[in-house]
């Protein structure tokens, strides 16, 4: 059996770096703090095609413990939504408005390398200032290949296939599908692929996944197959995703069984970075174990408004705005249970 001392021990190189922390006047607490709700966490999926490569968050979601630790909520911002990016010394970023993906890209150039720490600080600043959020108390950044290890570690996933989706990426197989001749790797093309397609059918039960199926279909924002898609059908399949996986770790007892965790930790590797302010992820596994998962909501936030200047594209916007930034104010006064009540149609079907 590892310890908890063992394991921080173990991860303290890899994927515990609590400088990912930095909130600014709102430091977190000192190291060995007890862990107590209302809790904010900030967790982005970056999905690199090389370590040289600048990483866009495509996927950036904060989960909301309150104060009892029964339950959580989860919300999405989208990644074109038009923000207010500041500057940033390390990087040289100067203030300037911009799509909130590209956040952590540009603070991760740092003197011709990447940091993609940095890039994260500069990105939960960027979160910080648009919701008003003052401080997160754990973060975490994960590419989308470690989320296909611990799916595997996990032995699958199990979710509800809330509408068809076909796969831009992958054949029925899993594997790459073929380029079109008239679109070789050197150009830029918007569907550059072609051939049979892996499909997922909608279901009214959860159907167990497979892990490359899994991050395959939460991965997904294009129309196909005559049914409309947008990035924020990907952004509700990403939240019942981290339900799912949540639910997965309690119904194995992951989450208290030092020896199951850590194996999800080793499968997880590289590819996961986790700060807890001073806190391991053991101690915060055994800090959420009674989280009751089947009441964890998740949040559509009024999206898909276009922020256009002169008729150009810049990005997208809440609209309405004020139903938004009520709901971040909701957030940061620990009230989310009581405003959803409000605000039902908020709630993703799922939940």
């Known amino acids: 059996m590892v ?15 609590n400088d990912l922390l930095d909130n600014g006047a709102a430091q977190a607490a000192p190291a060995n703090k007890e862990i107590k709700g209302p809790l904010t966490i900030l967790l982005v999926g970056i999905d690199p ?12 979601l904060i989960a909301h413990i309150p104060a009892d630790m029964s339950t959580a909520y989860l919300f999405s911002m989208p990644r074109d939504l038009y923000v207010d990016i500041p500057a940033d010394s390390k990087s040289g970023v100067r203030a300037h408005s911009g799509k909130i993906n590209s956040a952590m890209a540009l603070g991760s150039q740092v003197n011709g390398k990447i940091d993609v720490v ?11 200032n648009y919701t008003g959020i003052d401080k997160f108390d754990a973060a975490a950044i994960i590419n989308f290949g470690g989320f296909k290890k611990m799916i595997e570690a996990l032995g699958g996933v199990s979710m509800v296939i809330d509408m068809d989706v076909k796969s831009e990426h992958l054949t ?14 050197t150009s830029d093309c918007p569907h550059p692929y072609t051939g049979p397609q892996a499909s997922y059918k909608k279901s009214t039960k959860p159907v167990r996944l497979q892990p490359w199926q899994a991050l395959d279909y939460v991965r997904q924002r294009y129309p196909n197959a005559g049914v409309p898609m947008s990035d924020y059908d990907r ?3 990403q939240q019942q ?16 069984d030092v ?16 700060a807890g302010g001073g806190s391991d992820p053991l101690e915060w596994a055994i800090a959420l174990k009674g989280l009751n998962v089947d009441d964890m909501a998740t949040v559509k936030l009024p999206g898909g408004g276009k922020f256009e200047s002169d008729g150009d594209y810049l990005g997208e916007e809440f609209r309405p705005a004020t139903t938004a930034d009520d709901f971040f104010k909701a957030v940061r006064e620990d009230r989310v249970a009581s405003f959803l009540l409000d605000h039902p149609g908020l709630v993703n079907k799922d939940s």
């Open 3 to 17: 310890t908890g001392q063992a394991l921080v021990s173990k991860y303290t190189g890899g994927i515990t770096n």
């Open 49 to 60: 095609r090389k370590p040289s490569t600048p990483p866009l968050s495509d996927s950036i």
């Open 118 to 128: 940095n890039g994260f600080q500069l990105l939960s600043k960027t979160v910080r």
């Open 172 to 185: 029925p197989e899993g594997k790459q599908r073929p380029r079109k001749s008239s679109c070789p790797v």
């Open 235 to 237: 952004q509700r399949h």
């Open 241 to 256: 995703f981290i339900k799912a996986m949540a639910k997965e770790a309690m119904s194995k007892d992951v989450i208290t």
């Open 259 to 274: 020896g199951k965790l850590t194996k999800i930790l080793d499968a997880a590797g590289e590819s996961l970075t986790f």
